[in-house]
């Protein structure tokens, strides 16, 4: 069984669409994580939600919108997409937000705007 | 605001010969983490260290966490191919955020 799982793993849509990303995990975990990776692999988080209360919220746009149906699911809603929006957009979960959570990482959905 | 500056962000070495990785920050981190990401996939977890001056093995990877809890390095004896991927580091910071290196992108030649 795949522990944190998202979809799709490939997302390719023009300018001004709206997507979404789903993403599950069935290791018990409290906290779910949205992270953008671009193309110089740089991690950088936007979400972090705990028991479905929003936990971290970067300085990302209006149009990504996360949410947690429960806890064991975190969606990733973004509207009007844009060139700059392609990326590799992980979901990653970890016991709790402590310092010493460690992440369990799903593949990636890979967002290609043209 | 925090910084892990990871260093070199490119290597690429011959099998058998042997490379450290390094992560710098000016910051003192509770714990510090090491994850390996290979094409295609999300970033795997190796190992949190979180004592200063820890020093933790993995077969062929030795971790190790800075006295002062401010730096980390990954040391890798006698490559594999197998090896080959991207090694990213990361901190654990204040409000329960981690902080992430740039990466290592670490090529092992057969």
């Known amino acids: 069984d795949t522990a944190v799982s998202q979809t799709p793993k490939y997302l390719v849509t023009q300018m001004g669409n709206d997507k979404s990303i789903k993403c599950e995990q069935n290791l018990g975990h409290d906290t779910m994580y949205w992270y953008k990776q671009d193309s110089k692999k740089f991690l950088k988080i936007m979400f972090s939600?705990?028991?479905?209360?929003?936990?971290i919220n970067e300085t990302v746009p209006n149009r990504f919108s996360p949410k947690s149906p429960d806890k064991a699911h975190l969606n990733l809603h973004i509207n009007s997409l844009e060139l700059g929006d392609s990326a590799v957009y992980f979901c990653a979960s970890s016991q709790g937000p402590g310092r010493t959570g460690e992440l369990f990482f799903g593949e990636g959905s890979r967002l290609t705007v043209l | 605001t925090q910084l892990l500056e990871q260093s070199p962000q490119f290597l690429s070495i011959q099998e058998g010969e042997n490379l450290t990785v390094y992560c710098n920050s000016s910051s003192v981190f509770s714990s510090l983490q090491w994850y390996r990401q290979e094409p295609g996939e999300g970033p795997v977890l190796l190992v949190t260290v979180v004592t200063g001056g820890e020093v933790k093995k993995l077969k062929r990877l030795t971790f190790q966490f800075g006295d002062a809890r401010k730096d980390s390095s990954l040391h890798i004896t006698a490559a594999q191919p197998g090896d080959t991927g991207l090694y990213l580091c990361a901190g654990a910071g204040s409000n329960y955020q981690l902080i992430w290196g740039a990466g290592t992108k670490l090529i092992i030649k057969p």
């Open positions: 939600y705990n028991n479905k209360e929003l936990i």
